[in-house]
T-cell receptor
Framework: GQQLNQSPQSMFIQEGEDVSMNCTSS?????WLWYKQDPGEGPVLLIA?????ELTSNGRLTAQFGITRKDSFLNISASIPSDVGIYFC??????????????FGQGTELSVKP | DTEVTQTPKHLVMGMTNKKSLKCEQH?????MYWYKQKAKKPPELMFV???????INESVPSRFSPECPNSSLLNLHLHALQPEDSALYLC?????????????FGPGTRLTVT
């Protein structure tokens, strides 16, 4: 089946540092979504991307829909302790898309040292 | 408002019990989803309802029985579960189940089967 490769799997950074994570696929996607999940809570949608090349910001977060439509990245600037959590990318593939079935990356676990 | 609510927050049940999980959204979304999530793993799709009709069943065992009484409500009936069914159960909704619509998740129900 289709898979998303998300990297890195985990990051340990100092407060104030910038963070970058990405997702890649071997097939073309129509939509890229980035979620953050705190322990014991549901994923919260951070940014949604719908067009190749689209660059979207949400506060200190910036995400881009890759021009090839096979990748996306998420940047967090000036990290703070509350950025701790697991970040998931998710996408809707262009071909063979079953209604509502998102393809998820394996997640990036972010730890921030004060 | 992008709120999906789920009850209960926590549930402990024995293998012979029958219980139900409930999900509600008032965003006018016509697609609703049940996911199962193990610790630090991405959510796994179980069921998709589109316009109150079951559209996707990801080969889920019959001890899980979904129900969509109306466009705002989604239930998951549980019976004769196994300890390996212990997980975080997430409900999500989107405007439609077609490509181009982001999914919003609820806070989840933490289920423990003893």
């Amino acid at each position: 089946g289709q898979q998303l490769n998300q990297s890195p799997q985990s990051m340990f950074i100092q407060e104030g540092e910038d963070v970058s994570m990405n997702c890649t696929s071997s097939s073309i996607f129509n939509t890229w979504l980035w979620y953050k999940q705190d322990p014991g809570e549901g994923p919260v949608l951070l940014i949604a991307l719908y067009k190749a090349g689209e660059l979207t910001s949400n506060g200190r977060l910036t995400a881009q829909f890759g021009i090839t439509r096979k990748d996306s990245f998420l940047n967090i600037s000036a990290s703070i302790p509350s950025d701790v959590g697991i970040y998931f990318c998710a996408g809707q593939p262009s071909l063979g898309y079953q209604g509502g079935k998102l393809i998820f990356g394996q997640g990036t676990e972010l730890s921030v040292k004060p | 408002d992008t709120e999906v609510t789920q009850t209960p927050k926590h549930l402990v049940m024995g293998m012979t019990n029958k219980k139900s999980l409930k999900c509600e959204q008032h965003m006018g979304h016509r697609a609703m989803y049940w996911y199962k999530q193990k610790a630090k793993k991405p959510p796994e799709l179980m069921f998709v309802y589109s316009y109150e009709k079951l559209s996707i069943n990801e080969s889920v065992p019959s001890r899980f029985s979904p129900e969509c009484p109306n466009s705002s409500l989604l239930n998951l009936h549980l019976h004769a579960l196994q300890p390996e069914d212990s997980a975080l159960y997430l409900c999500a909704s989107s405007h439609r189940d077609s490509s181009g619509y982001e999914q919003y998740f609820g806070p989840g129900t933490r289920l423990t089967v003893t």
